[in-house]
C-alpha cells in the first residue's frame, strides 16, 4: 500500500504542516499530477481543496512539473528544481521524478487553494 508524507502549506500564515497518510487517504493522491487539487478530506482538511505543488521520491530526488509520467529522467538542467548553479552558463545532467504521483513518491508538497470551516491548526494537529 501507498504511503505518503503530505506537506500541507498554508499561505495565510505561512505555516507547513506534516501530516502522515496511507491506505486508502494514500490512494487518493496516486495518479495525481502536480498542479492538480485534491478534496482535503485526505489529510483530515474536510472542506479545504489542496493543490499539488511537488514532492519528492524514496530517494530525496524532486518531482519537476516539466517531465511527464511519474518516470525517472535525465536532464540538463540550467537551474530549477532539482539544481541550483553556481556559475552563469552552468548546466548538469540531474536525475529527476516525473510531475505524476505513483508508490515511488514519499513526500508531497500542497497547498491550501480553497478553505472550509474550521481553522487549519485545530483540525491538524
Known amino acids: 500500500?501507498?504511503?505518503?508524507?503530505?506537506?500541507?502549506?498554508?499561505?495565510?500564515d505561512g505555516t507547513t504542516y506534516q501530516v502522515e497518510v496511507s491506505d486508502q487517504d494514500a490512494n487518493r493522491f496516486i495518479g495525481r499530477e502536480i498542479g492538480?487539487?485534491?478534496d482535503g478530506?485526505?489529510?483530515?482538511?474536510?472542506?479545504?481543496?489542496?493543490?499539488?505543488?511537488?514532492?519528492?521520491?524514496?530517494a530525496g530526488r524532486p518531482m519537476?512539473?516539466?517531465i511527464r509520467g511519474p518516470n525517472l529522467e535525465a536532464v540538463l538542467l540550467e537551474?530549477?528544481?532539482g539544481y541550483n548553479?553556481?556559475?552563469?552558463?552552468?548546466?548538469?545532467?540531474?536525475?529527476?521524478?516525473?510531475?505524476?504521483?505513483?508508490?515511488?513518491?514519499?513526500?508531497?508538497?500542497?497547498?491550501?487553494?480553497?478553505?472550509g470551516d474550521g481553522e487549519v491548526a485545530e483540525l491538524l494537529e
Open 1 to 12: 500500500m501507498a504511503e505518503f508524507t503530505i506537506a500541507v502549506a498554508d499561505p495565510e
Open 36 to 38: 492538480e487539487t485534491v
Open 41 to 58: 478530506g485526505a489529510v483530515g482538511l474536510s472542506g479545504y481543496t489542496l493543490e499539488l505543488t511537488g514532492g519528492s521520491d524514496d
Open 64 to 66: 519537476r512539473d516539466d
Open 79 to 81: 537551474g530549477g528544481t
Open 85 to 115: 548553479p553556481t556559475k552563469d552558463g552552468e548546466r548538469k545532467r540531474v536525475t529527476v521524478r516525473g510531475r505524476e504521483v505513483s508508490n515511488a513518491t514519499r513526500q508531497i508538497n500542497a497547498r491550501i487553494s480553497e478553505r
